[in-house]
């Protein structure tokens, strides 16, 4: 279908230099000339779709890769069942960082609370920016009775690890964490499952910071014991 | 989560739910409209299933102007209320609205508008709800003053209707529910249904509820099988104009005339 390209000629045709330079400066392999034309141009787009979907300054999956992330999310769930969690953690008090210790620092922190934070999930979990200093996670078939756990793991490690700040300076944060399950089998969306992430945040924050805040899963799972109940006795015995 | 009472009396709100779709769910709603019509009640039908609506198809009703129209401002509220065969109105969705399938804020608004709009002009008001649970079906039941759930025999069906009793106690803080049991076999079957279903509520929802309280599922009537529903349903027609002397049109009445007591 594709017309065909002669060596080099659609490379020399785009305006790519500015592409290039984008990956060269994040720190991307550029690809190799060798290759040929198609495989060349491929991995330049992938590489910008890589860097389109990562937080420049932490590295960690930005906004657009989250909500493309929880949407997907939502859908299985949906359709499969499976729980899932979605955390909102905020750094408390961040402004007296940069206020004390200047924005260079400021960035430090964040850096080193991404690294914080993907230490404490599996691979198969979602770590974002979520703007500022707020980060959220994404974390496929987690049961509700190990939520709170999950949260906590997160906030002890942030508080416990001080971060090197300057050749002798450290500081020590604390994060506040909201969460919220995603309705098992139920056809939801990507914004509310945030906002009532976002309203057990607000809550761990009115409580006095430092706390993990976590909203009672919805209940539509039906059990082997209450189907069991349900169809149990004689009656309704021919029914299955 | 409801709108403070105003001062003009306002419509009874009743969301008719199930969980599973295709038990009748919006074929009873149709013809409890109806019935409660001919007990002189101004009834409004409301596609709550935004997403998957099927009001028009079972009444047979091909509307120029539907709720799509009335979010996006190309129509009024008024233009998009419908007289309907047996004598109520219908507010009707409009099928395939998949960006409506999901619960945005501005569903969200103008649900809550639309219902407190037209609440002062009927005496009652019933929220047909979409097939299986989603945050729309949720929301619009959030808004119902009382919920039905209508069940079958069959086992998913109970399954499903289970499941939604389950997340509306512990979700929505319902404590009394209307049960009607359809396509029931025999006679009773329905009241056996209902105790089995309250058995395990008691068992394991009530449990879990922190204010103490006990969920009551209220038994409204049941339908039996009836091959007089599957005409009415294959003519697109309303069972209670159709067939009004038929065993399933007869307890729809009946029930009809229970809520309206």
Known sequence: MRPKIEPNFAAAALQLDGALLLLQQSGHALPDRARSEDAWLQAVIDGLCELSSRDALT?????????????????????????????????????RVNDAHGHQSGDL???????ALSECVRPMDTVARFGGEEFAMILPNCPPSYGLAVAERVRAHVGAHPIPIGAAEEVTVTVSIGGAFAPQWVRSSPLLWVERADQQLYRAKSEGRNRACLEEPMVSHVSAEEKGLLFGTSTFAELG | ??????????????????????????????????????LGERVLVLDADLGLANLDVVLNLHPKITLHDVFT??????????????GFSVLLAGSGLVEYSRLTPHVREQLVEIIDRVAPRFDRILLDTGAGISDVVLHAISLADDV???ATPEPTSMTDAYATIKLLATQQGR????????QVSVAGE???????????????????????SAVALEMQGEIPTDPAVREAVQRRTLL????????????????????AA
């Not at chain 2, 295709?22 to 001919?38: D, I, Y």
């Open chain 2, 175 to 182: 404590r009394a529910i209307r049960i009607v049991v359809n």
């Open chain 2, 73 to 86: 401002g190309k129509a009024s509220l008024d233009e998009a209320i419908l007289p309907a065969p047996g």
């Open chain 1, 109 to 115: 922190v964040l850096k080193a609370i991404a690294v």
């Open chain 1, 59 to 95: 590295g960690l999956a930005n906004r657009r890769h989250f909500e493309l992330t929880l949407a997907s999310e939502v859908d299985r769930v949906a359709r499969a069942g499976e729980p899932a969690l979605v955390l909102m953690i905020d750094i408390d008090h961040f402004k």
């Open chain 2, 1 to 38: 989560m409801k709108a403070a009472a105003a001062v003009a009396p306002k419509a009874t709100v009743l969301a008719v739910t199930s969980g599973k779709g295709g038990v009748g769910k919006t074929f009873f709603s149709a013809n409890l409209a109806a019935a409660l019509a001919r």
């Open chain 2, 190 to 212: 329905g009241r056996t249904i209902r105790n089995q279903l309250q058995l395990v509520v008691d068992r394991f929802v009530t449990p879990r509820l922190d204010d103490g």
């Open chain 2, 240 to 259: 209670l104009d159709r067939l009004p002397g038929s065993r399933a049109a007869l307890a729809v009445a009946a029930i009809a005339a229970r809520m």
């Open chain 2, 148 to 150: 039905l759930v209508i």
